[in-house]
């Protein structure tokens, strides 16, 4: 699997290959032009965007198959609507296993963990509140146990910044050694003893947000075991989000990206005034 992010294809690419194409971008002018070359080429191509787009005007006059996404989505509510498709193709292909089954599962699953974590519920039983919280005061440090927990990292930093916070994020094992450095608890042996808390409230300490994976490599679960305990030798605070147990992969990539989209969302609200909550 190559990802593609210009609008023209690697020059190898040929029959025996397809194009997953996917923006949710309507006036989007790169992956058209893929899907263009695509076709052109023999490929097998299939389409995922908005409707009435630049997308699905290229799968259409090029006669291959193209799923439109329902209108009026934020960027941040449409990955599951731009995954699913993604999957499904794949599974047909034979690039991943069949995922029907783990796809309606995982549905069951996010509707379950939205009901968990609502907005009216309750903070103590509510562990994206309570995670948002946790975040509220920290530089957050969020390191993934797999491949998928790092794809939830990634998106978790980004929607964080869309909430106005700077994330660090990465996977084991590189992330230990390149984010190691940012886990040193020093902060808090230079604190000032005498600093008034409420006009100078001090730079933010870092937090090791650790996203475990529970299909994880029995030597990633050790590495992440001994990054925690590091953390707590030199008083450095950690949470802990772990995927679903017993759900397939895309339940558990869904477990994991359903919590930490609920949190970033909560960290925004706690950083936006009562005036700019009844604007929006």
């Known amino acids: 699997v190559v990802r593609q992010d210009g609008p023209a294809l690697p020059v190898w690419a040929g029959a025996t290959d397809a194009v997953l194409a996917v923006t949710q971008s309507p006036t989007a002018a790169a992956v058209p032009a893929l899907v263009d070359a695509a076709a052109r080429r023999g490929l097998t191509v299939l389409g995922v965007g908005a409707d009435s787009s630049t997308l699905h005007e290229a799968c259409g006059r090029n006669r291959v198959p193209f799923v439109a996404l329902p209108g ?17 193709a ?36 509510n562990p994206a509140k309570s995670l948002a919280l946790d975040l509220a005061e920290s530089q957050p440090v969020l390191i993934g146990t797999s491949a998928a927990a790092g794809a939830a990292a990634r998106r978790m930093a980004g929607q964080l910044a869309e909430a106005g916070r700077v994330a660090l994020w990465g996977t084991l094992p ?10 040193a608890g020093t902060g808090a042996a230079s604190d000032d003893l005498f600093r008034d808390r409420v006009e100078d409230p001090g730079p933010a300490r870092p937090r090791l947000v650790l996203i475990r ?27 802990e989000v772990t995927a679903e147990e017993g759900a397939g992969p895309v339940g558990r990539l869904g477990s994991l990206t359903g919590l930490l989209d609920f949190t970033a969302a909560y960290v925004g609200i706690a950083g936006t005034s009562p005036q700019q909550q009844e604007d929006s």
């Open 213 to 239: 994976d529970g299909g994880e490599a029995e030597h990633m679960r050790a590495l992440a075991d001994e990054l925690v305990a590091d953390c707590g030798r030199r008083g450095v605070p950690v949470s």
């Open 90 to 125: 794949a599974g047909e292909l034979g690039i991943l296993p069949r995922t029907g089954e783990d796809l309606a599962r995982t549905a069951d699953l996010l509707d379950a963990l939205a009901e968990q974590v609502r907005p009216t519920g309750e903070t103590y039983g």
């Open 174 to 183: 590189a992330a230990a050694t390149r984010l190691g450095g940012l886990l």
């Open 72 to 88: 009026g989505r934020l960027p941040r509510a449409a990955l599951w609507g731009l995954l699913a498709p993604l999957l499904v």
